[in-house]
Nanobody, 126 residues
Framework: QVQLVESGGGLVQAGGSLRLSCVASGRAFNMYGMGWFRRHPGKEREFVAAISWSGDSTDVASAVKGRFTISRDNAKNTVYLQMNSLKPEDTAVYHC???????????????????WGQGTQVTVSS
């Protein structure tokens, strides 16, 4: 079972930036697509961004398009989420996840991910 550990969250003012990291344990990291999801207080978890196993295909939610970028470094078993121009509505717990099947396309569907990190809190003040 892979373990995913997120870091990089914190408190930032609106308009600021943060970069989240997610380190995966185990082998074959470069064979699986990865995703970032977030949960606002009292709401359901939602899709933020996804990246293919090779890193050459990405997808981001419309709410963060143009502000957030997902990337990965397979040599470091790490996936990143660069978040710029942060807004108070971006306040949430951010989770990374690994797809249950290797290779394949990016996906926004939570049902296609079977390994999840504990999450890192991002708080954006106005």
């Amino acid at each position: 079972q892979v373990q995913l550990v997120e870091s990089g969250g914190g408190l930032v003012q609106a308009g600021g930036s943060l970069r989240l990291s997610c380190v995966a344990s185990g082998r074959a990291f470069n064979m699986y697509g990865m995703g970032w999801f977030r949960r606002h207080p009292g709401k359901e978890r939602e899709f933020v961004a996804a990246i293919s196993w090779s890193g050459d295909s990405t997808d981001v939610a419309s709410a963060v398009k143009g502000r957030f970028t997902i990337s990965r470094d397979n040599a470091k078993n790490t996936v990143y989420l660069q978040m710029n121009s942060l807004k108070p509505e971006d306040t949430a717990v951010y989770h990374c996840a690994r797809k249950s099947r290797f290779a394949g396309r990016t996906s926004a569907a939570q049902s296609e991910y079977d390994s999840w990190g504990q999450g890192t809190q991002v708080t954006v003040s106005s």
